[in-house]
């Protein structure tokens, strides 16, 4: 389980590397919020790593989430 601060952590960085999408994409917020997830449940806590991983998650998800 998470710690309080850890959560917000990556509900603001999932804020920010989804801000140039549309609410209404929640597929794809999803994706890039699970990949984020799996990074910091590894140990990663840094801000910006997990913007790149977020960022890159984002422009991989699936094309049936586009």
Same mark, same amino acid.
């Given at each position: 389980?998470? =710690?309080? =601060? ?8 999932? =804020?920010?590397? #989804?801000?140039?999408?549309?609410? #209404? ?13 799996? !990074? ?18 984002? #422009?991989? !998800? ?5």
């Amino acid at each position: 389980m998470l =710690d309080a =601060d850890t959560a917000e952590l990556l509900r603001a960085v999932l =804020d920010e590397v #989804c801000a140039s999408i549309s609410p #209404c994409e929640t597929g794809i917020r999803a994706h890039v919020a699970s990949k984020i997830l799996e !990074a910091a449940i590894g140990g990663e806590r840094t801000p910006e790593r997990l913007k790149q991983i977020g960022r890159k998650a984002l #422009c991989e !998800a699936p094309t049936m989430w586009r």
